[in-house]
């Protein structure tokens, strides 16, 4: 067994609020394959930026062939022989796919500032070579599709070996995410070629492809590094529990407010839907007063499906039903004048008013009900809102106090209670609502969800684990792929196993 | 299919192929514009120049002469220079506000450098070297003010325009200075196959922008960096150097534009460049460089200059209502707006 190239310790990263890494070690061999899986949040990709010189790290080191590194930018960490393959966003879209590939690098056709056209296309021809293209360099990349974008994203990288005359460490994010069957073979001889004279580290949400390519694969969750195994050795099914964390004790999720009998009116009633390319043909039916958890891993098309629902994105074909009564969504606004409701997993961008206090978030989707013709009356409102932040246990000295100076539970119970403040509700959809939340925090948004199921809401569940899916809903839709490979119909009185689960999304 | 009622095996199934089919259609998603629309994007702009040149052809038996094609290319000559060095700053994504006042100050100070009526200097040719050098110094202070100071281009140069008049008119002399070099005016006036010779300065400026624009790492960094900014220096391209360059070609740009406005008027002014903000950019904006940045260049700029030059040119000739013709102007650059960012639209997109 050869010695590290690479060697990470105590790498540590915080966000505020966050800790996205918390002392995470790991080590990369010279000519190995090893790959990285955990769920979204989990600091996989921070750790990929920070090697890559994205990002700094706030504790730890990195050492590349027993030297400490701190690479600043990414053409400092290329300068170093490490290099990423991001998921098509260190792409420029207005510029050519040949200024692309050797951008920000030293080549000779760009040397002492003027660019010899015909020799940095020639030289960017060579490098598309290599991944069996026949993508013209003039192309401007705004103009190719994702798939052929993320190949370019690989030819920018491998354009390293010439340019660079140490073994290189190749790290790989999320790379299969857009590529179809054909292009990832590719992919895949790829690394098998870069193998042999260079480190990988690939990092998917396909554990079955993670399986295929490594020799090694590290586990994360919840920004720690969790379990080392042999490829060989490791089943899916094992790594898949590794990934989402231990199961909890069952009433934590308050199971036993669960309705054993549900409101038999039909709310939303989904046939054929598909959107946004990355979701096809979904059909399913939600009744007032239960939670429908949608189980899938990252491009299952869960969220996009959502997104369509709520009117976020156009729906390519499909009909939506809303209390009997079709609905085509041209926008979020209409959706919400229908009484949809949308609770974002990107709660700093989508879902709060960062910088209004707590009042204005809390009355934000709530319609005439507070009003008095067009004025906004706060004095009004007062008394609604002093209510509800105390049913809502939301901990803050006033509602005055600005919402991002909230802990992120707090936060999100403000964000939910906007939608609960809303007298139209009819159906509420949850976008990974207890992400980044602390155990206290999450059980009172589990409690939440009850509450409002219990009054008559119907409830659509994205979440990050399976225990939070199994222990919340009244029913699981599995998707992969943006299609539904399995429905459980009554979570109720008869639990899915999450190995069934699972097997249906991975 | 009746949604509730699938036995979950043969779901799985189902599923199954369902994913081959919709990994291969991930692949092949385009979401970028379809040729047609790229194209109109491209040389949309040179095919409402060419309609107007009919419309007003059609509508006016004196537009199409020598004579009066002469007149639009002398009035469009400053226009082209002040837009040769702009272009490059809203390629960036961001802006320069402060052209009229580097234009008053190196109109006053040439004019005071050269022979003039007011003092009894005498420079010559150097003055408008030093006038053209101060144009640079002005640029490069709005650039090193954006990237130290780390300030909205906007702001700075709104500063900075300010600060230009005011320095011009502290210099301004008790009256305004006349200059009396007989050659300068002279070469400035002298015309060259019926155009003035400012209008080969300004084709000059034209080629020395498209090639930095085409053929320099400076050129294609300004693409890169409205681009994508963050990806642009994640690149480790030195992005402030190339922003200074850029405000400081834009100066230089402004500056020449400012010693032609003076030794084309005869005389230094504050107001040499007075009025001169507003066309320039909406002559880069017509002609389909998006202000947001990333895409366009200066032969879309300098369609954009003719464009507005045409129309101004033609709506005289026609007989159209002064204020009618700003409206129109103002109209027209609505639609170029509409027509280069039509494709950006989407609904989530935050429009301010």
């Known amino acids: 067994m050869s010695a590290p190239v690479l060697q990470v310790s105590g790498l540590t990263k915080r966000f505020p609020g966050v800790v996205a890494l918390d002392d995470v070690s790991v080590e990369v061999r010279r000519e190995e394959v090893v790959g990285l899986i955990g769920q979204n949040g989990s600091g996989k990709s921070s ?15 990195i050492r590349l062939r027993g030297e400490v590194i701190r690479p600043r930018s990414v053409a400092a960490a290329n300068q170093l022989g490490i290099g990423m393959v991001f998921q098509e966003q260190s792409l420029l879209p207005n510029l050519t796919v040949a200024e692309n590939i050797f951008l920000g690098k030293d080549h000779p056709a760009t040397r002492r500032g003027w660019y010899r056209w015909g020799a940095l296309r020639t030289a960017a021809r060579a490098q598309l070579r290599k991944i069996e293209t026949d993508i013209d360099p003039g192309t401007v990349v705004g103009e190719l599709p994702f798939g052929q974008r993320q190949m370019v994203e690989l030819a920018k990288v491998l354009a390293l070996e010439e340019l660079v005359d140490v073994p290189l460490v190749i790290l790989f994010d999320e790379p299969t995410s857009v590529l179809s069957g054909a292009e990832i073979e590719i992919l895949f001889r790829q690394i098998q070629r870069l193998r042999e004279r260079s480190s990988v580290v690939f990092v998917s949400h396909r554990i079955e492809e993670v399986l295929a390519v490594s ?75 239960t939670v429908l958890g949608l189980a899938g891993v990252g491009g299952s098309g869960r ?114 209670g906007k939608w609960l403040l809303s007298d139209r509700l009819r159906v509420l959809i949850l976008d990974h609502p207890t992400r980044g939340l602390d155990l206290g925090a999450k059980g009172d948004v589990y409690d939440l969800v009850r509450q409002l199921a219990a009054g008559g809401l119907a409830i659509i569940l994205l979440s990050d684990t399976l225990e939070e899916t199994l222990g919340l809903c009244d029913q699981v839709i599995a998707m992969r792929d943006g299609t539904i490979t399995g429905r459980f119909e009554d979570c109720v009185n008869d639990k899915p196993e999450s190995e069934d689960l699972i097997r249906l999304m991975v | 299919m009746s949604p509730n009622s699938v036995p979950n095996a043969a779901t799985a199934t189902v599923a199954a192929e369902g994913r081959t089919r919709q990994r291969r259609g991930a692949g092949d998603r385009v979401r970028s514009l379809t040729p047609g629309l790229r194209r109109l994007r491209t040389w949309g702009p040179l095919l409402i120049l060419a309609a107007l040149c009919v419309i007003f052809a059609v509508a006016s038996p004196r537009f199409l002469t020598v004579d009066n094609l002469q007149t639009i290319a002398n009035q469009s000559a400053i226009p082209i220079v002040l837009v040769c060095g702009l272009t490059f700053i809203v390629i960036m994504g961001s802006i320069d506000l402060s ?50 100071l780390r300030l909205p281009s906007l702001l700075v140069t709104v500063g900075t325009w300010f ?26 006036l002298d015309t060259l196959l019926g155009v003035s010779r400012l209008v080969f300065v300004a084709l000059a400026c034209v080629l020395v922008a498209y090639l930095l624009q085409r053929y320099t790492k400076f050129g294609r960094y300004c693409f890169a960096i409205g681009g994508g900014e ?59 460089t998006l202000l947001s940045g990333g895409r366009g260049g200066i032969l879309h700029s300098l369609v954009g200059v003719l464009i507005l030059g045409v129309l101004s040119n033609g709506m005289v000739l026609v007989g159209v209502d002064a204020y009618v013709q700003q409206a129109v102007q103002g109209a027209i650059i609505i639609v170029a707006v509409v027509l280069t960012t039509w494709h950006a639209r989407s609904r989530m997109r935050v429009i301010k």
Do not use: C
């Not at chain 1, 231990?246 to 199971?255: C, G, P, Q, S």
């Not at chain 1, 004048?337 to 989707?365: F, I, Q, T």
């Not at chain 2, 002014?269 to 389909?288: N, R, Y």
């Open chain 1, 47 to 61: 750790l990929l930026k920070i090697l890559a010189g994205v990002q700094s790290a706030d504790a730890g080191e």
């Open chain 1, 215 to 289: 020799e090694r694969v590290y586990v994360m969750s919840d920004g720690r590094r969790v379990a080392e195994e042999a490829a060989g050795a490791a089943g899916m099914e094992e790594l898949y529990r590794l990934m989402v964390g231990e199961d909890r004790a069952e009433d934590y999720y308050r199971e036993e407010a669960r309705a054993a009998a549900n409101v038999d009116d039909l709310r939303l009633s989904v046939r054929g839907v598909s959107a946004a390319d990355r979701v096809a043909d979904v059909s399913f039916d939600l009744r007032a007063g």
């Open chain 1, 303 to 416: 969220e996009e499906l959502v997104r369509a629902l709520f009117g976020a994105e156009p729906l390519t074909s499909g009909s939506i039903e809303l209390d009997g009564h079709r609905a085509s969504f041209r926008s979020p606004s209409q959706a919400v004048e229908a009484g949809m409701g949308y609770v974002p997993a990107e709660r700093k961008l989508e879902g709060m008013l960062a910088g209004r206090d707590l009042h204005e978030n809390l009355v934000a989707a709530s319609g005439t009900q507070l009003r008095r013709g067009p004025w906004i009356d706060r004095r009004r409102e007062r008394p609604v809102v002093d209510e509800w932040l105390a049913r809502l246990k939301v901990k803050a000295p006033s509602p005055r106090v600005r919402i991002d100076q909230l802990s992120g539970g707090n936060q999100q119970k403000v964000v939910l």
């Open chain 2, 99 to 148: 052209l009229e006042g580097a234009m008053a100050v190196t109109s006053v100070v040439s004019a005071l450098l050269i022979a003039n009526d007011v003092n009894g200097s005498d420079l010559g040719y150097l003055a408008v070297l030093i006038g053209v050098g101060l144009g640079l110094l002005f640029g490069l202070v709005n650039g090193l003010l954006y990237t130290k």
């Open chain 2, 163 to 188: 600060v230009g008049l005011g320095i011009a008119a502290l210099l301004f002399p008790a009256r305004q200075p006349r200059i009396s070099d007989g050659s300068l005016r002279a070469w400035s």
């Open chain 2, 230 to 288: 963050d990806t642009a220096r994640l690149s480790g391209l030195p992005l402030d150097r190339v922003k200074v360059a850029a405000f400081g070609f834009a100066g230089l740009m402004a500056g020449l534009a400012g010693v032609m406005a003076t030794t084309r008027l005869g005389v230094g002014s504050v107001e040499a460049g007075e009025g001169l903000l507003f066309p320039t950019i909406s002559a880069i904006v017509i002609g389909g």
